[in-house]
């Protein structure tokens, strides 16, 4: 698989489902609210209807007023208020919540219209015979208010239950979307987890594995042994470091034995000058080529018991060896060689 299609859909994957499980509980939540706009105990329903009561309120004492009091100034306030009471349940009337009653509304506005007629007809009433006209016109309009009043609580009981009902269905509702959210929260964290641990045992663990063989590799080439599991790119890094790590032993047992060769045929000439006649100097000189010959084949053979440590077949050996030619053939070396540099 390879690494940025994997990541590029573990991205994906958590996008997507927090998406999904985010806007579905934001639809729920504004359904719930629009709900409780239009039916609950708050709704725009039961507000206009709290209106209407306080108008028809007002509206019945400046009838009272008009008709039984004859304060004929107060006739054009019964017409406005007349108007804001009509207005009202026409508002009313196209709410959710009282949308069923309309029938009932309307009533409530033609019964608001035959009191302000009486009142109407009332203005229009002169002479010695106004009150008694006025007094009758008044019974009329308790009846009718009577009426209006008997429809209102009507209204108000109606709608009070059906708001309680209403707040009985938005509060199961709203539990059932707190437990979604919960259930929402919870399912993307699985998932979370889950393509966490996914990527951990898909790239983090090989890379991993790779890096510890890396470390193991760097004295011991047999113990690169890694799966090549993972991503594309883990496996190609897998296959490059293997092949770098045999390509380097190669080298090196190649280039030891190679080297080998010819410090052997330098070793065995120079061995073979030194059965010839030659003076005191130079029988010292050769000598002292035959201690570096010697001394660079012993880390030329280093090399290579390194290349058996590599391939696990180096034996270790005790042997006797005396210190005092060990140093001074350390020395030799150097010795000859300021020896050469005076002269």
């Known amino acids: 698989m390879n690494l940025k299609m994997h990541t590029g859909r573990l991205l994906a ?3 997507v489902t927090g998406f999904l499980i985010g806007g579905g509980l934001v639809v729920g939540y504004r359904h719930v609210d629009q709900q409780a706009y239009e039916l609950g105990a708050q709704s725009v329903a039961i507000q206009e209807f709290k209106h209407l009561k306080t108008e028809v309120k007002t509206y019945v004492h400046l009838t009272d007023k008009v008709l039984v009091n004859d304060e004929v100034g107060l006739q054009n306030s019964t017409v ?3 108007d804001r009471i009509i207005e009202s349940t026409e508002k009313l009337a196209g709410t959710a919540l009282a949308g069923d009653r309309e029938s009932d509304i309307q009533a409530l506005g033609s019964e608001i219209a035959s009191v302000q007629a009486l009142i109407q007809e009332g203005a229009h009433y002169q002479g010695a015979g106004r009150a008694s006209k006025l007094h009758s016109l008044a019974k009329r309009a308790d009846v009718i208010i009577e009426s209006i009043i008997t429809r209102i609580e009507g209204l108000s009981n109606q709608l009070q239950r059906r708001s309680f009902n209403h707040e009985e269905d938005l509060a199961a509702q709203r539990t059932r979307l707190m437990i979604a959210t919960w259930i929402g929260a919870t399912v993307y964290a699985v998932i979370v987890l889950m393509s966490w641990f996914w990527s951990v045992q898909t790239i983090v663990r090989p890379i991993e594995r790779l890096s510890d063989a890396a470390e193991r590799a760097k004295l011991d080439n047999e113990s690169f042994v890694v799966d090549e599991s993972g991503p594309d790119e883990v496996r190609r890094l897998t296959h490059n470091i293997s092949a770098f790590v045999r390509t380097r032993a190669d080298f090196l047992a190649t280039m ?7 410090l052997n045929g330098i070793i065995n000439m120079n061995e073979l000058m030194m059965g010839t006649k030659l003076d005191p100097e130079q029988h010292d000189l050769a000598r002292s080529a035959r201690s570096a010959g010697e001394a660079l084949l012993s880390i ?3 090399i290579l018991d390194f290349s058996k440590i590599q391939a696990k077949k180096l034996t270790l050996e005790t042997a006797a060896f005396g210190l005092r030619r060990l140093v001074d053939a350390a020395t030799e070396i150097v010795a000859t060689t300021r020896t050469m540099t005076s002269i």
């Open 13 to 15: 994957i958590c996008t």
């Open 80 to 82: 406005e208020w007349s």
């Open 256 to 262: 030891s034995h190679e080297l080998r060769t010819p």
């Open 300 to 302: 030329i053979n280093d």
